[in-house]
């Protein structure tokens, strides 16, 4: 939980089948919620970590970001420019850094992600820090897949995972 107040904007963004939360803070994104959830996903998220701040509903200050993940989910961006206000332990921020570091239509295994950290025996946690990742696709949670190559869970579900997996095999 955050010990100050910044106020929490949030717009909602529909691109395809899709519908977003997302929310953002003066200094950058915040969250991006998982797909088709209710807005009390984003309600409870923002409880949890800014239980003081205001949630204001705000298009035009989410536009930058709105803008970028449009395009990234129409096959037409790769890379995030915009800023990013995530906040979390040590550990997580590793291995958010970390996940930022796959390439585009690349995958890695949680295991890959504990070595990269240093921490090889700490594969579960990687997997707890992962789906801690409170801004969906631009930090690509979604590129991390089991040892083997399955699939596993995924904070905007499954059925999302497998989508930004082949678009961006497609893609690349």
Known sequence: MRKDKPTI???QLQVKEWRLYLAC????????GSPNKPF??????????YPTS????????????????MEYLEGTRQIFTVPCDYHG??????????LCGIPYGQKKSYSD????????KAVRAV???????????????????GKNGSLTGYRGGLDMKTQLLDMESRES
Request: charged share 15%.
């Open 40 to 49: 009390d996903e984003l309600a409870e998220w923002v409880l949890k970590h």
């Open 89 to 98: 332990t040590a550990f997580q921020l590793a291995v958010w850094h970390t």
């Open 127 to 145: 997997g707890a820090a992962i789906g801690a990742n409170p801004v969906l696709m631009t930090v690509p949670c979604h590129r991390v897949v």
């Open 25 to 32: 803070t003066s200094k950058g994104l915040a969250f991006v």
């Open 113 to 120: 992600i504990a070595n990269a950290i240093n921490k090889p």
């Open 9 to 11: 904007y949030w717009s």
């Open 54 to 69: 205001p949630l204001v509903e705000d298009e035009q200050q989410l536009s930058p970001y709105a803008h970028e993940i």
